[in-house]
């Protein structure tokens, strides 16, 4: 086996693995993985490496916008919640002072 038989097969394997339905976690550790493997080979400026590199801070990148967009979409799910639980029940209701935590604990995931 040529010491170019690993880094072609990882190539190959991490190009495979997303279509097959991989989370974009697992995506990015793939991606990592086959950067890693490629430095063994390759210095870091190699283009192979570079090409990589950026398409893991381009995963990293897009996996913290969805993040964000979901607890976005949360956020206005328990805000809406919390109208129709307040205009029901009143503002002291427990359900709507539980609403309350919920929406304080993604406020504050949002803020970090």
Known sequence: MSRF???L??????GVLPSVGVSADGASANLTIERETLLQYYAPSH?????????????????????????????L??????????????SKHPKVVENAIQIGAIADELAH
Do not use: M, N, W, Y
Request: net charge positive; charged share 25%.
């Open 5 to 7: 038989a690993v880094p």
């Open 47 to 75: 283009p192979r490496v570079v090409e990589v590199t950026a398409k893991i801070k381009s995963g990293q990148s897009l996996l913290a916008t969805t993040k964000l967009r979901d607890a976005e979409a949360r956020l």
């Open 9 to 14: 097969l990882v190539v190959f394997v991490c």
């Open 77 to 90: 799910r328990l805000v809406q919640r919390r109208q129709e639980l307040t205009r029901h029940f009143g």
